[in-house]
């Protein structure tokens, strides 16, 4: 299948602070990246849904100016957890979505996972 | 979005097929059915996906109900490292979203 990464997979900071999260499609484009939480013990959580090149969706609950994501090009997207709290510590993946080539249009691949810890 | 239901836990012993079930009685014409797995503290993986018709990969196979409203999940020689929560999702429009899944324990 398609390789999505994300850096770094784990990070521990400070309450108050910034932190930054990259996510990247290796051997594909992708117009389309999505931005999910998923807390001990649950399921994944859809926070947003970012376009190459245009603003960020997000659902629902989920802060915008708290949460700041870019999609600068097809292949990198990035989540920005501001001012981060001991409540903001989870598990941030990121997802893509196939432009089209290689014969996996539409289909959707998930990166590792990112650890937050906010002390 | 259409909601899915899946039972919370199964066991299967390994070598022997797993069959994961997931209702999904509000489906819609143009929604299709995606399986993804977690493995502990790793990133879904995607499995496989289908419309109407049934469907198989290396992985696995993916049988669906004539009126859709259910489907069926078969892993035919599970593996201990098969062990992981399997997700059924009715993907409409652009989101995949999650549901809680079934967490599928292999043993020797």
């Known amino acids: 299948g398609a390789v999505v990464s994300q850096h770094p997979s784990w990070v521990i900071c400070k309450s108050g602070t910034s932190v930054k999260i990259e996510c990247r499609s290796l051997?594909?484009?992708?117009?389309?990246m999505f931005w999910y939480r998923q807390f001990p013990k649950q399921s994944l959580m859809l926070m947003a849904t970012?376009?190459?090149?245009?603003?960020?969706t997000y659902e629902q609950g989920v802060e915008k100016d708290k949460f700041l994501i870019n999609h600068a090009s097809l292949t990198l997207s990035t989540l920005t957890v501001t001012s981060a709290h001991p409540e903001d510590s989870s598990f941030y993946i990121c997802?893509?979505?196939?432009w089209g080539a290689g014969g996996r249009y539409n289909e959707q691949f998930f990166g590792p996972g990112t650890r937050l810890t906010v002390l | 979005d259409a909601k899915t239901t899946q039972p919370p836990s199964m066991d299967c012993a390994e070598g022997r097929a797993a069959n994961l079930p997931c209702n999904h009685s509000t489906i819609s014409g143009n929604e299709y059915v995606y399986w993804y797995r977690q493995i502990h503290s790793q990133g879904p993986q995607y499995i496989i996906h289908g419309l109407k018709n049934n469907e198989t990969n290396e992985m696995a196979s993916l049988i669906i109900t004539e009126d859709r409203k259910s489907s069926t999940l078969i892993l035919p020689h599970a593996t201990l490292r098969d062990t992981a929560v399997y997700y059924c999702i009715v993907k409409y429009g652009n989101k995949l979203v999650f549901g809680a899944g079934t967490i599928l324990r292999v043993k020797s």
């Open positions: 997802s893509a979505r196939d």
């Open positions: 051997d594909f484009q992708a117009t389309t």
């Open positions: 970012s376009n190459e090149g245009s603003k960020a």
